[in-house]
């Protein structure tokens, strides 16, 4: 199982942001469980040494995320442009090529709550390419992401856990459509002034907990 195949897993899952906040979900900053008054957040991840992926996250004053811009490492891949109702919700996602070109559009819908409970993928003509269900804790921090195919088929489960001061700390991924079944563990070792982490560990493990593999991810902040 080679590292490039299990960083792949989702569609459009992958944009719902994870909560480690309370239930007062006022913002993508909360949401994220961000401190300070971000302005811009890079983040890159580390495989055998060598930078492979990297994003850029671009805030607004009202601590929302308007676009993220997305690199591997040749250079830039493309960019996401987040759309809002009138509530300030994130709306939908436009996922474009570094031409401007659609590749897939997200819509989310949300039943009286600050987090979306589901997402709708759609191909560049229009067609349905996944949908997305998405569970909660009482306190807000995602529990579970299911998708499933446009004929309903079950694609994937993705179940999380977080550590004593709310961080994710595992994540179990069943990937049916692709026959990849693994886990996801997270370490922290380094915050700034500010709290936010700037280093952690992110190992690979299978389901009987053998060490697959190791990534350092990285993330530098600007703040307003």
Do not use: C
């Amino acid at each position: 199982m080679k590292m490039t195949q299990i960083t792949t897993v989702l569609v459009g899952a992958a944009i719902l942001l994870l909560s480690t906040a309370a239930p007062a979900l006022s913002n993508d900053l909360t949401i994220r469980g961000l401190k300070g008054a971000v302005k811009r957040f890079g983040a890159g991840r580390y495989y055998q040494g060598a930078l492979f992926s990297r994003t850029i996250s671009l805030f607004d004053r009202k601590g929302n995320i308007t676009e993220v811009h997305t690199f591997n490492k040749k250079g830039k891949t493309g960019r996401q442009v987040h759309i809002r109702n009138n509530e300030g919700q994130l709306k939908a996602v436009r996922q474009l090529s570094t031409r401007g070109d659609l590749i897939r559009r997200i819509v989310y819908s949300y039943q009286n709550s600050a987090q979306p409970v589901a997402s709708v993928v759609y191909n560049p003509d229009g067609s349905l390419m996944q949908t997305v269900s998405f569970s909660y804790s009482s306190s807000g921090q995602i529990l579970q992401m299911t998708g499933y195919s446009p004929g309903k088929k079950k694609m994937f489960e993705i179940s999380y856990q977080y550590d004593s001061n709310g961080r994710l700390s595992r994540a179990r991924h069943l990937n049916h459509g692709r026959q990849l079944y693994y886990i996801l563990s997270y370490e922290y070792k380094t915050f700034d002034k500010e709290g936010n982490w700037t280093r952690r560990i992110r190992k690979t493990l299978s389901l009987q907990n053998k060490e697959l593999g190791i990534e350092i991810e990285k993330r530098v902040f600007e703040y307003h």
